[in-house]
Structures are given as structure tokens and as C-alpha cells.
């Protein structure tokens, strides 16, 4: 543990100051997430497991976090992070079904 004390002043933290840099984020997390994937089992093998997956995963996550968990009340910074989650959520299934087909 480090040192404590009172903040005086504001604090502000920005950790992802442009898009590129939360997308090279995104990309990262997507690719650790695939050895968790395939011990799992999630590695979209057939047709229909890859189009649930890649296709409405990230539709069905954009709609349950922007509209159900009122992302929409962050205006454009959270219809921005919604979308950008969910693409995060679709690039994590073909990273994993790529890595069984070279196993």
C-alpha cells in the first residue's frame, strides 16, 4: 500500500483519451479472453453457434446495456461505449473459433 491522505482538488481521469486507444484496449481484452474461451468450450464450431455469437451477442449486449441499463442517459459518450463494447463482444468469437481451427 502506498501513501494516504486527503485529495485536494479535482481528480481527473481519462483512461481511454481517444477512440483509437479504447479500441486498441478492446482488441487486447478480446485476444486474453480467448485461452478463458476455449477452455470453456465457446469456440462457435458450428454455423449457427458462430452466427448467435458474432452476430446477435453484440446486438443483443448493445440493446441490454444502452436501453435496458439506461446507457442512453450518457448522451453521445455512452451510445459511443455501448457500440464499441459490443463490437468488443463480436471480435472476441472469431479470435477464439481461429485459435481451435489452429490447434
Known sequence: ???TGELHGDLIHYQYPTLPLYQEHMRR????????MLRRGKTSANP????TNTILNPIFT????????LGFLDGREGLQFHIHHSIYVRWK???AHAA???K
Not at 30 to 36: D, M, R
Not at 48 to 51: D, K, N, Q
Not at 62 to 69: E, S
Open 1 to 3: 500500500t502506498g501513501p
Open 93 to 95: 468469437y472469431p479470435a
Open 29 to 36: 481484452y478480446a485476444n486474453a479472453s480467448v485461452p478463458l
Open 48 to 51: 449457427i453457434a458462430y452466427f
Open 62 to 69: 448493445f440493446v441490454y446495456n444502452y436501453v435496458l441499463h
Open 100 to 102: 481451435a481451427q489452429n
